[in-house]
T-cell receptor, first 113, second 111 residues
């Protein structure tokens, strides 16, 4: 079974803190993604990566950055956390190809106080 | 500007009956559609998909219908089971672009 593992299930941070969310996948997928899920808004794409050291902005990249130093690991960074970044963060991965399916991690619920 | 809309935040159905979840989209360029299911404390999991060249795809109790002229997608679950209670997201893709998700519908199947 494909496994996408997110390092924390719950995280509480203070406004202005630098926050790292880590994601690891074990299926040698080329593509990795970071989404946030908010009530009434569904899943919105923050950043994605097609390969090591590659990154592309999604629909809502402001206030976030990412790092992909190894194929299996994709990190989401909040440089200076703000209260409007309180959300459920979901990591996903997939193979490259037409109509590839995303495999998601269990999510990290981040609260910024 | 939501290109994929799920207008019903919630739906309750009796066990054994049919569940119909709806999804509307505005971008006529979308050519591939998917449904994901999400249980609490878990990530979404892929359920079923359909290409724009088809109007129906069936997998066991789950059938997805696509009406391109109406820009409407629906997921039918027959018969519904209590284990189907979850949030269902529809998603759409245009070519090699990334998935665009709807806001989700909470399905509750009552025993």
């Amino acid at each position: 079974d494909v496994k996408v593992t997110q390092s924390s299930r719950y995280l509480v941070k203070r406004t202005g803190e630098k926050v790292f969310l880590e994601c690891v996948q074990d299926m040698d997928h080329e593509n990795m993604f970071w989404y946030r899920q908010d009530p009434g808004l569904g899943l919105r794409l923050i950043y994605f990566s097609y390969d090591v050291k590659m990154k592309e902005k999604g629909d809502i990249p402001e206030g976030y950055s990412v790092s992909r130093e190894k194929k299996e690991r994709f990190s989401l960074i909040l440089e200076s956390a703000s209260t409007n970044q309180t959300s459920m963060y979901l990591c996903a991965s997939s193979f490259t190809g037409t109509n590839e399916k995303l495999f998601f991690g269990s999510g990290t619920q981040l609260s910024v106080l | 500007d939501q290109q994929v809309k799920q207008n019903s935040p919630s739906l309750s159905v009796q066990e054994g009956r049919i569940s119909i979840l709806n999804c509307d989209y505005t971008n006529s360029m979308f050519d591939y559609f998917l449904w994901y299911k999400k249980y609490p404390a878990e990530g979404p999991t892929f359920l079923i998909s359909i290409s724009s060249i088809k109007d129906k795809n069936e997998d066991g109790r789950f059938t997805v219908f696509l009406n391109k002229s109406a820009k409407h997608l629906s997921l039918h679950i027959v018969p519904s089971q209590p284990g189907d209670s979850a949030v269902y997201f529809c998603a759409a893709r245009w070519g090699a672009r990334q998935l665009t998700f709807g806001s989700g519908t909470q399905l509750t199947v009552l025993p």
